[in-house]
Each structure stands twice: as C-alpha cells, then as structure tokens.
C-alpha cells in the first residue's frame, strides 16, 4: 500500500521575497511533504525583479533541510486552482499577517473550495514579520530606508542595485 504525498502550494507573487514569506515557506514544509512555492508572474505589470530572479532568491534563501522538500515554480495566465490540481495538491497554504489579510483572503479560499475542493490553510505570521510586506519593503528602500534583516542579504543587495539603477 503506498502513502499519498501530502503536498501544499504557498502561491505569491514574491517580488521580492521577504522574511515573512520564507516563515511560512519554511513552516508550511515542516507540516507537508513537499511544499509547491507557486510564483505568480502577472504579464500585465512589470515587477521589480523577473521571475527567475524571485525563483531564485526563494531558493538561495532556504536552509537545506527546507529547501529539499521544497519546489519552486512560475505560473501565470491560469487559475490557482489548475495549479493545485497539476501539481496533486490538495492544499493551499496561506500566510496571515493580521484581519485585514484574512478579509483579503478569505473569499478566494472559499471560492477555491467551491471550485475544485481545494482547501485553504492560513498561518499566522510570526509577529515580528507583522509589518513586513513586499511593497511596503520596495516603497521603503526606494526612499534611503533600511530594509536589512527584512528580505534575505542577496535580496537586499539586489533592491538596492536596482534602486540605484533608477
């Protein structure tokens, strides 16, 4: 008889990826088999770093024993949902940092569920990320703030390059 891998998604757009992203990550891989990192790449806007940079900061960012059980891939241009359902998740893991996330979020777990039976599990994020959020990391940096300990270092010094670059 084989075991089902109990596989999560954690989907984000990751632009850039913060400390408060990486709890959840690493978390939700201490709860699941294999942990789905789904980036969301909108064709629509244009992030601050591609795609492939995101990947690969989430990925240089992980301890070794997270990133093994971790996978990191792009999607865009289809529902969450259809993610879930290539990957075999049963499961998307969502990370909360206080009410007005969970408002935020709660309409689309539910219309998840309702599309595919796919549910939604949210973490708390740990209090001292509270106020950590991709934009709010950006808008700080672009105006001399420091951001160090909020993203990873390769991230930080990234920002700053392409802050610079104007």
């Not at 992203?21 to 969301?40: F, M, N, S, T």
């Not at 499961?91 to 969970?102: A, E, P, S, W, Y």
């Not at 959020?133 to 930080?156: H, I, N, W």
Request: overall charge negative.
């Amino acid at each position: 008889m084989s075991e089902q891998i109990r596989r999560a998604v954690c989907p984000g757009s990751y632009d850039p990826v913060t400390v408060g992203h990486l709890d959840v990550i690493e978390r939700a891989a201490a709860l699941y088999d294999e942990v789905v990192v789904a980036v969301l790449h909108n064709p629509a806007k244009q992030g601050t770093f591609t795609v492939d940079e995101r990947i690969a900061f989430i990925e240089n960012a992980l301890a070794p024993e997270v990133r093994e059980r971790v996978r990191v891939e792009p999607f865009a241009g289809r529902l969450l949902v259809d993610v879930c359902r290539d990957v075999e998740a049963d499961v998307i893991v969502k990370g909360l940092r206080g009410g007005t996330d969970f408002a935020y979020e709660l309409p689309m777990a539910l219309m998840n569920r309702h599309l595919t039976g796919v549910e939604t599990v949210f973490l708390p994020g740990a209090p001292e990320f509270e106020h950590v959020s991709s934009s709010l990391v950006k808008e700080v940096a672009k105006f001399g703030g420091d951001v160090t300990g909020l993203v990873p270092d390769d991230v930080l010094r990234a920002l700053t390059e392409k802050l610079a670059e104007g």
